[in-house]
């Protein structure tokens, strides 16, 4: 036992960096688990050789899975050589012919959507195209509170009632035959949709969704309206080899590929393969600002060029959420599609103004749902199961994904309904299938509905039955117990201040779109002292400091945001701190048409003393 306790230990040491094994975050700093297979860096050199980039960002590539060949189509992403045949899909055929039909006779088309960022956006897909197609095209995005998640039979009477003979629904469907089941004879349904389905598609004309389980597409990595843009692409090559074309001019695809990398980032899907073309490509066309919804929200974030996945995440997302959270369900889809300059500025004020409003209610519900928590985390509870009688339901899962932050653990969040029910989102953490325990507990007869994926679900139930939920998957998710309190920091190089160059910081952008699946390389900068630290920003919680190697030399500017809740703002900003290793983001940043290289900190911690 004592042999093997040494050889755990000499492990542990080989993986941590800088020997970094308890942060001023309290996190561990661990070589990224690729880069361990290929201590030498061997991979990477040669990848580095054949793609012509530094070998430190030839390791980072081999540290993604790929090699010479397929790194070249990761740093040019292109859809010429990532684009699938859409009829790989399963009952992309079928749909693509009923779409085409339905434009030939010029049928009036009604388009069922979801009420967050991927609704939005794959209703917008398809409305677009089916407009530029002659169709007239009636929408419907639920309301979160009243109608909840997926088609509903009054909304779909509704749009039959106007017209439509088609309906679509995007985003949703998969798991909704029953309700499908009473349009029959009265309108054909397609389903566009990505979700993962429990057994046998709906019985309507066709279902496209990659995660149905006699897909073999290989593409379960699309959101919904990666599906709406394959399905679009499919029902022109239709009508195009018909001939349709030849008087008419074709739809613009192109042109849709804005909404789709917007979807695609804010879904949280892999930015990898198709992905990473779509998302690329996309950028390009939502920077040229043509789509005039989308560029008067920009305008009102106050969203810089170059536009990037941040912006699509941090900026744009979270406002057309904000309306299915906790307004107007539609209101994303209506700025979407909207055209006039002035019709879109006042959308996207509303939408701002309705995210500042979804903040403060989160910011109220978090507090008092951290502080459960922190019990429940001191009880040894491996999931943490928390609700409220006055909590939002539309902002439950952003308030678990705090929380899972926080505490590295399964958290679902309730909110507390008046007609005794607990509504609910939950998130997951890295190899914990919370998805999988949801429809576990439904299935157990704990939850009246509950669904989701690995990191993240969604669930109903009875209020007096939280504690047996909580005790079920305390049970089913144990494993989640041995987890550290913090997440590791996974580092991919160290570099030092000198070394911290706006020539690489270029290359390592080469890397992006960052995201899911293509997270952005964390560098460590070892023994750094602090020369000069300014409190910066309109609340002053951003610290900016300078910083320079032990020996002096260059400098290098740094950022620390959120600095009010950042353990290591203090030891910054004092000017006697002893030397410290950072971790953090090296970017490129463009201001004022000056490129240099900014290092953003994400963590920091104390040289060891026997190092100093």
Not at 270 to 292: E, F, H, S, Y
Not at 348 to 366: F, H, M
Request: glycine share 12%.
């Amino acid at each position: 036992m004592e042999d093997a306790g040494k050889e755990n230990a000499e492990k542990d040491g080989a993986e941590l960096v800088l020997g970094v094994r308890a942060s001023l975050g309290g996190r561990r700093w661990r070589w990224r688990d690729r880069l361990l297979a290929d201590p030498d860096g061997r991979a990477g050199l040669m990848i580095a050789q054949q793609a012509g980039v530094p070998e430190i960002v030839g390791r980072m590539l081999a540290a993604r899975g790929l090699d010479g060949r397929t790194a070249a189509h990761f740093l040019d992403p292109t859809l010429r050589a990532l684009m699938p045949d859409p009829s790989a899909l399963r009952d992309m055929d079928a749909a693509a012919a009923r779409l085409a039909d339905a434009a030939r006779r010029g049928e009036t088309v009604g388009v069922f959507g979801d009420y967050d960022v991927d609704g939005a956006c794959a209703a917008a897909v398809m409305t677009q195209l089916l407009r530029a197609l002659g169709c007239p095209v009636t929408t419907h995005v639920p309301d979160r509170m009243t109608e909840g998640y997926g088609p509903n039979v009054p909304a779909l009477d509704g749009l039959v009632a106007r017209g439509a003979t088609l309906i679509v629904c995007v985003d949703c469907g998969t798991a909704a035959a029953d309700v499908l089941a009473t349009l029959a004879g009265r309108a054909d349904i397609v389903v566009l949709d990505h979700h993962k389905a429990e057994g046998p598609p709906p019985p309507v004309l066709a279902t496209v969704n990659p995660n149905r389980l006699d897909c073999d597409s290989g593409q379960r990595g699309l959101c919904a309206a990666g599906v709406a843009f394959l399905t679009a692409v499919a029902t022109v090559r239709v009508l195009r080899r018909a001939g349709w074309f030849a008087g008419r001019p074709e739809p613009d695809l192109m042109a849709l590929l804005d909404v789709v990398a917007l979807a695609t980032v804010c879904d949280v899907m892999p930015l990898t393969g198709l992905n990473r073309a779509l998302v690329t490509q996309g950028l390009k066309i939502m920077a040229r600002r043509r789509r005039t919804g989308l560029d008067a929200l920009l305008e009102v974030a106050g969203a810089r060029d170059p536009l990037s996945a941040f912006t699509c995440g941090f900026a744009l997302g979270p406002r057309i959420n904000a309306g299915g959270r906790i307004a107007e369900s539609g209101l994303g889809l209506e700025l979407l599609l909207c055209d006039d300059a002035v019709e879109a500025r006042r959308l996207a004020e509303r939408l701002d103004a309705v995210n500042r409003r979804r903040q403060t209610v989160e910011t109220g519900i978090l507090d008092r749902a951290m502080e459960a928590a922190e019990a429940q985390r001191a009880a040894g509870h491996p999931v943490l199961v928390l609700s409220g009688r006055d909590w939002h339901a539309g902002v439950v899962g952003i308030v678990a994904g705090r929380i899972k932050e926080r505490f590295n653990r399964p958290v679902l969040v309730g909110a507390e309904l008046e007609d005794g029910t607990v509504k609910g989102s939950g998130r997951s953490v890295a190899d914990i299938d919370l998805g999988a325990a949801i429809i576990a507990a439904r299935q157990a007869g704990l939850l009246t509905t509950g669904g989701g994926h690995a990191m993240a679900a969604g669930f109903s139930l009875p209020r007096d039955g939280v504690a047996a939920l909580h005790d079920f998957l305390n049970d089913r998710l144990a494993a989640a117990a041995a987890l550290p309190d913090a997440v590791d920091v996974p580092i991919e190089g160290v570099i030092h201040v000198a070394g911290a160059t706006t020539e690489l910081a270029a290359e390592i952008g080469r890397l992006a779109p960052f995201g899911a699946g293509n997270d952005e390389p964390l560098l460590a900068i070892p023994r750094v002292r602090v020369v000069r630290a300014d409190r910066i920003g309109r609340e002053g919680n951003t610290l900016r400091v300078l910083l320079e190697g032990e020996g002096g030399g260059p400098r290098l500017k740094a950022l620390l945001f959120r600095a009010d809740d950042h353990p290591a703002a203090a030891i910054l900003e004092d000017r006697n701190a002893p030397p410290l290793h950072l971790a953090g983001w090296l970017r490129a940043e463009n201001w004022n048409g000056r490129v240099s290289a900014g290092f953003f900190i994400r963590d920091v911690a104390m040289v060891a003393p026997s190092s100093r």
